[in-house]
């Protein structure tokens, strides 16, 4: 039975993350806020709507059809992205983190015509994705939605930073964890950060 189990357990270990993924593998490759083409969308034409937990933004064409579509979750911070084509059919669509836009789950992208064209699942990329790190994270007293979440590279290994603040009277520090993302190991940040408001 031993060798059977041993067995089913070593095609996984052969299949783990292999490739080095850097932020620029992941990190999302368009303009979120800014506008990207004057001559056929209109800043004027966003719309934002706050409701409790949520914010919703909307943008649109000069011609009146949907640009784009963002649902942000402020507890999660978790941008959830739509992006369509002047013709009204949905381009693309996936979640990406808020501070730092990293794409995480799977992303759809459609053909002009409004057919599904292909997907990229980013969080097959590592063993350790995003949401997994952040359920590693709670373990050690780190909450959402107080949390900094960044994705580095520290002497040739990939980490999530996950970083709350201690405030107190507009001065605090941080304190910061590395979970590697082959792994789930936990590294303290040695030297930690100052924050004055």
């Not at 004027?44 to 009146?64: A, C, Q």
């Not at 790190?133 to 107080?146: L, S």
Request: hydrophobic share 30%; charged share 30%; aromatic share 14%.
């Amino acid at each position: 039975m031993k060798e059977i189990l041993l067995f089913l357990f070593f095609p996984s270990l052969c299949f783990s993350q292999t490739k080095k993924v850097s932020k620029r593998d992941i990190i999302f490759k368009g303009p979120i806020y800014s506008n990207e083409d004057t001559v056929l969308v209109g800043n004027e034409r966003r719309e934002w709507k706050d409701s409790l937990n949520f914010t919703i933004v909307r943008g649109k064409y000069k011609s009146g059809s949907r640009h784009i579509e963002i649902l942000e979750d402020t507890q999660t911070k978790i941008y959830y992205w739509k992006k369509f084509y002047p013709n009204g059919k949905l381009k693309e669509e996936g979640a990406m983190t808020k501070d730092e836009i990293l794409c995480i789950g799977r992303w759809k992208f459609y053909s002009d015509n409004g057919n599904y064209h292909k997907s990229v699942n980013y969080d097959t990329l590592l063993n350790i994705p995003y949401h997994k790190a952040i359920e590693i994270a709670r373990v050690y007293d780190f909450k959402m939605p107080d949390l900094d979440i960044d994705f580095v590279t520290i002497e040739n290994s990939s980490y999530w930073q996950v970083r709350k603040w201690i405030m107190k009277n507009g001065d605090g520090h941080s304190s910061t964890i590395l979970i590697n993302t082959t792994d789930g190991t936990i590294r303290k940040l040695t030297k930690e950060v100052e924050k004055h408001y």
